[in-house]
């Protein structure tokens, strides 16, 4: 597969077939490769960012993910008595709140991140549509679900347990919005096969090529397509863990440990083939805040297993 190039502009078109035209990649002979960035959708007088749509079908995905958790989990909380049952059948949504608040707690708080990560942009960061740093996403999503266990009533590593496959599940799919809207979250250079090229993106990937000292048609990483799989490996091993967790085969609060631990190593390394600024110690922010995950998660993995063994010496 060759290097892609972006079509010749043309004044003449409208901006709007200008945006459909910029969304296919082409080779440098000309030929038709696939569809790549499509950062809009036009439907009649609607103009649909497909960030905002990806984010908004990420949430529903983890929606219905956690609201099926919470049922497999209905019986072990009324057990526990964190949910009354007066058995009448009822509408199950409690997944679908959560995650609806949750959500926009993440998003608030992934803005607000990314802008203040620049003190001399942060005014144009905090209204523009694009930039929504993870780190800050996740402290915001953080506080919302601590409220709202002391909501429901629910400890909150247990909480926590519940939320964090669905977690997993929506950053997955809303990485996909950054890989249709081409805003930056590429890699470096590659010689890949599966490289692609976002010269019309919110960040051009044809001004980065000649800054690096390439062509200015020269292939990325798609690292947001790296981050969907990962990400959704991470979710099927935090269900299965759930699974004996509801068995009581594991203690409360280790598939948030999990979250922490496996979310943080795959930030971190894919980081080194990221883009983003470093800021410290070689490192970015990123990594930063994924060494951090990490470590907060090994040493509650460590408390956790800790506190089993002594209850079972105890017992």
Same mark, same amino acid.
């Given at each position: 597969m060759k290097a892609c190039r972006d079509l010749p502009t043309d004044r003449s078109v409208t901006s709007a077939a200008r945006e459909r035209r910029s969304a296919v990649l082409y080779t440098q002979e000309g030929a038709l490769l696939f569809p790549s960035m499509i950062p809009f959708l036009h439907l009649g007088p609607l103009t649909i960012p497909t960030f905002g749509l990806m984010v908004a079908t990420g949430l529903l995905a983890a929606a219905y993910l956690l609201q099926a958790d919470f049922d497999r989990?209905?019986?072990?909380?009324?057990? *526990? &008595? %964190?949910?009354? *049952?007066?058995?009448?059948?009822? #509408? #199950?949504?409690?997944?679908?709140?959560?995650?609806?608040?949750?959500?926009?707690? &993440?998003?608030?708080?992934?803005?607000? %991140? #990314?802008?203040?990560?620049?003190? *001399?942009?942060?005014?144009?960061?905090?209204? *523009?549509? %694009?930039?929504?740093?993870?780190? &800050?996403?996740?402290?915001?999503?953080?506080?919302?679900?601590?409220?709202?266990?002391?909501? %429901?009533?629910?400890?909150?590593?247990?909480?926590m347990d519940l939320c964090s496959p669905a977690a997993a599940v929506g950053y997955a799919i809303g990485r996909i919005g950054c890989l249709l809207s081409g805003d930056g979250d590429y890699g470096v250079r590659t010689t890949l096969p599966w490289g692609m090229s976002f010269p019309n993106g919110t960040v051009s990937t044809t001004e980065k090529c000649v800054e690096w000292g390439f062509p200015p048609d020269c292939r990325v990483h798609p690292t947001p397509i790296y981050e969907f799989f990962i990400w959704l490996v991470i979710a099927a091993v935090l269900w299965r863990m759930g699974k004996k967790a509801v068995s009581g085969a594991r203690p409360v609060g280790e598939i948030y440990c999990g979250y922490l631990i496996l979310t943080g190593v795959a930030r971190f390394l894919i980081e080194f083939i990221r883009i983003n600024p470093r800021s410290f110690f070689g490192l970015s922010n990123a990594q930063a805040a994924s060494l951090v995950s990490i470590v907060i998660g090994v040493i509650l993995f460590w408390w956790i297993k800790r506190s089993s063994a002594l209850q079972s010496q105890s017992s």
């Open positions: 989990r209905r019986a072990q909380f009324v057990k *526990s &008595g %964190y949910l009354k *049952s007066d058995g009448k059948p009822s #509408h #199950h949504d409690e997944g679908f709140l959560i995650i609806g608040i949750a959500g926009l707690a &993440g998003l608030v708080g992934a803005k607000l %991140y #990314h802008a203040f990560q620049d003190p *001399s942009t942060w005014k144009a960061e905090l209204i *523009s549509r %694009y930039g929504f740093a993870w780190f &800050g996403g996740f402290l915001g999503g953080f506080v919302a679900l601590l409220f709202l266990a002391w909501h %429901y009533k629910i400890p909150a590593l247990e909480f």
